[in-house]
């Protein structure tokens, strides 16, 4: 259950939920749209069905941080509010999901807009360049990595786990599942 702090959504959107992210109780329905939250501020807003692949590996995608755009402003949106994130849907009919989307984005507003910073992750990026020290190579690679903005579990690599130490990994599915990786 969120803390009172937390986003929470509007009335009469319909949205079930939350549930953290990368929590495998997600509905495995094939349509849907889907609102990531973290602490105070809506992180992502997206659908998953027909033409996006279906609703809940979506969702999950942006747990492992793998190919979804919106996994840099997730990932930096927890390091900025130190809070992890939580998802909450709302399930569709087939070809629904997309407008079932773009209402929610009116509605609550598009991230890519309100979380402005977190699109490019600049406030992670900051902090990880420094502590990496602005001239090194892990400073480029993390540099890199962020551009493209999508496989950012190659952030966790061993070779920048000191990196990670210095800032903390950001609360999430990613603290267990990469927490640990330095201590072996």
Do not use: N
């Amino acid at each position: 259950m969120p803390a009172a702090s937390s986003w929470r959504p509007p009335a009469g959107l319909g949205l079930e939920g939350p549930v953290a992210l990368g929590d495998q109780r997600l509905p495995s329905h094939s349509f849907g749209s889907y609102v990531v939250s973290v602490g105070p501020v809506v992180a992502a807003i997206g659908a998953g069905g027909s033409r996006t692949g279906a609703f809940a590996p979506r969702v999950r995608s942006l747990a492992v941080l793998g190919h979804h755009r919106a996994s840099r402003r997730v990932l930096c949106a927890a390091f900025c509010h130190q809070a992890p994130p939580l998802v909450w849907w709302r399930l569709a009919e087939r070809d629904g999901e997309l407008s079932l989307e773009t209402e929610l984005k009116k509605v609550i507003g598009d991230p890519a807009k309100t979380l402005a910073a977190c699109h490019r992750a600049e406030p992670l990026l900051r902090a990880l360049v420094e502590a990496a020290g602005p001239d090194t190579w892990a400073a480029g690679y993390i540099e890199a990595v962020l551009e493209i903005g999508e496989r950012l579990e190659l952030l966790f690599q061993p070779a920048i786990a000191h990196v990670w130490r210095t800032i903390g990994i950001p609360p999430g599915p990613w603290a267990a599942r990469y927490g640990e990786h330095d201590r072996q």
